[in-house]
C-alpha cells in the first residue's frame, strides 16, 4: 500500500488488517455470554431444531424466501425418494423496503404475494431473514428489521401467527403449521441435507454474506447454559466490539438504525458501497487526489457494492462510473481509488473469516480431518466481491486449521435456502 494511503487510513482509524484470531475470541466471548444469559451483543437464538435424520419423502411445502430487497415464493416437492423439485417460483419486493408499511400493511403485502400457491399445502417454511426470537410451535417474533426495512409496527409480532390471519381472511385452508426459520438455518440444513454417502461432517454451519450477513451454527450440549443440541442464530452482524473508522462513523448517521449492527455495516452488500464512497470523498477532501479527480469523486452521489466491485475487477472498466473517472486519471489517482476500496473488502473478509471461526471453534467439532465441520456459505457479496472467497478461504486455513487444528469445509448446493427453508417447514 502506498504511504500516502497508509497514512490517510491510519489518520481516519480505519484499520483493514485486523487480526482474525484475536477478533473471533471476542466474539466466541460474546457468544458465550449470550447463551449463559448474560449481556451480549448477539442475540444468540435458540431455534429448538437439528437437521432431520432422514430426508423428506411424499410431502410438498410452500416456501417463502424475504430478506434483503428481494421476496421469493414457491413450492417444494419432495419425490418418493427424497429427490426435491421446485415450482411456481415468483419474485418480486421485499415489503417495506421502498415505503414504510403498517402491521396489517406489511403481512397484506404478503399475503398478495402467495396468491399464487393458494392451498398448495398446509405447511409453510418462512426463511425470515430478520433477528427473530424462535418459539418452540416454530413461530417467530420478531426482534426487529435490518437491511433498511421500515414497518416499525411488526416489531414485536409473531410473524407465523399475522400471516396465518392474513391468510384466512383471503380464503385459505385452514394451515398447518408456519415454521419461521433465519436464512443462516435454512443454510445449514441445506448443507446437511445435500451431503452424500461419501461424506462424514462432524457439525455444521450456516453462513450468509450478501445484503447482511449472520451465522448460525449447531451448539452441543450444555449444561451450563441449559442447552441441550440444538442449531444457534447469532445475529453476529450486531456485534459491537469493533474498530470503526471515521468512515463508519460518519456513514452509521444516514442509516435507518444509526448505533446498531456495526459489524454488519462493516462487511455486508448493503453497506459496503455507500461506506467506500464516504471513504473516497474524505480522500478527496484531504487531497489524496489531483483535482480534477477530486472534483469528479465529490459529485458522485451514489455508489453501490457492484459499481464499487466492477472497478475492482476492472479499474478502467467504462461500465462503472469510477472506471470513467479511472480512464482519464492519473495513474497515481487510480491506484490510489482502488486501494482505499480493496482495504475496505480486505476488512469485511477478515471480520468474516472471525465470525466462521468463532462458529467453528463453538461447535466443539472438526477435531479429525476426515470430518470437517461444514460450513455452507451463500450471498453474492461472499461469492461475487473482489477476491472476499479467496481472503475467507485463507484466513480460515491459517487460523483454524494451521494454529488451532479444527478441519473445515466450505460447500454450496443449488437454490440452498429455498431447499433449506422447505426443510424447515417439515419438521415438528
Request: hydrophobic share 40%; with cysteine.
Amino acid at each position: 500500500m502506498k504511504p500516502s494511503v497508509s497514512a490517510f487510513l491510519s489518520r481516519h482509524n480505519f484499520v483493514n488488517h485486523v487480526d482474525v484470531h484475536s477478533v473471533a475470541q471476542a466474539i466466541s466471548w460474546d457468544m458465550r455470554r449470550g447463551l449463559m444469559g448474560g449481556e451480549s451483543d448477539e442475540d444468540m437464538i435458540r431455534t429448538f431444531c437439528n437437521p432431520p435424520e432422514s430426508s423428506a419423502k411424499g410431502k410438498s411445502v410452500i416456501v417463502i424466501d424475504a430478506g434483503g430487497t428481494n421476496f421469493r415464493s414457491c413450492l417444494v416437492t419432495f419425490d418418493q425418494n427424497g429427490e426435491p423439485s421446485i415450482s411456481d417460483m415468483q419474485k418480486t419486493s421485499m415489503p417495506g423496503v421502498d415505503r414504510e408499511l403498517s402491521r396489517k400493511d406489511f403481512f397484506a403485502r404478503i399475503a398478495d404475494n402467495l396468491e399464487h400457491l393458494k392451498n398448495k399445502s398446509d405447511r409453510i417454511g418462512f426463511c425470515f431473514s430478520y433477528p427473530m426470537e424462535i418459539m418452540e410451535n416454530g413461530d417467530g417474533i420478531l426482534l426487529g428489521f435490518s437491511k433498511e426495512v421500515k414497518a416499525p409496527e411488526v416489531v414485536g409480532c409473531e410473524v407465523g401467527k399475522c400471516l396465518r390471519e392474513a391468510l384466512l381472511e383471503r380464503g385459505w385452508n385452514s394451515i398447518r403449521r408456519i415454521t419461521l426459520c433465519n436464512d443462516t438455518v435454512a443454510a445449514l440444513l441445506a448443507g446437511a441435507a445435500c451431503a452424500t454417502d461419501s461424506d462424514r461432517y462432524s457439525s455444521y454451519i450456516g453462513f450468509i454474506l450478501g445484503t447482511g450477513m449472520n451465522a448460525a451454527y449447531i451448539q452441543p450440549d450444555c449444561d451450563d447454559c441449559g442447552i441441550k443440541r440444538q442449531i444457534i442464530v447469532c445475529e453476529s452482524g450486531k456485534f459491537l466490539s469493533v474498530n470503526r473508522s471515521d468512515f463508519d462513523v460518519e456513514f452509521d448517521r444516514t442509516t435507518v438504525k444509526p448505533g446498531t449492527f456495526f459489524l454488519e455495516k462493516l462487511c455486508s452488500g448493503a453497506y459496503l458501497g455507500p461506506l467506500s464512497l464516504v471513504a473516497l470523498k474524505s480522500a478527496a477532501k484531504d487531497g489524496l487526489f489531483g483535482k480534477e479527480t477530486a472534483r469528479e469523486i465529490e459529485s458522485i452521489e451514489n455508489l453501490s457494492l457492484v459499481e464499487m466491485d466492477k472497478f475492482l475487477h476492472g479499474s478502467y472498466n467504462a461500465d462503472c462510473i469510477l472506471g470513467r473517472i479511472a480512464a482519464h486519471a492519473s495513474n497515481d489517482d487510480s491506484d490510489t481509488i482502488f486501494q482505499i476500496l480493496d482495504a475496505i473488502v480486505e476488512r469485511s473478509a477478515r471480520y468474516s473469516a472471525a465470525i466462521l471461526v468463532a462458529c467453528a471453534l463453538q461447535t466443539g467439532a472438526g477435531k479429525s480431518a476426515s470430518k470437517p465441520v461444514c460450513i455452507l456459505c451463500n450471498g453474492t457479496t461472499f461469492f461475487k466481491t473482489y477476491r472476499v472467497k479467496e481472503r475467507v478461504f485463507g484466513y480460515l486455513d491459517e487460523i483454524l486449521t494451521s494454529r488451532l487444528g479444527v478441519y473445515w469445509k466450505v460447500v454450496s448446493c443449488d437454490n440452498d435456502i429455498t431447499l433449506g427453508a422447505a426443510i424447515s417447514g417439515l419438521i415438528d
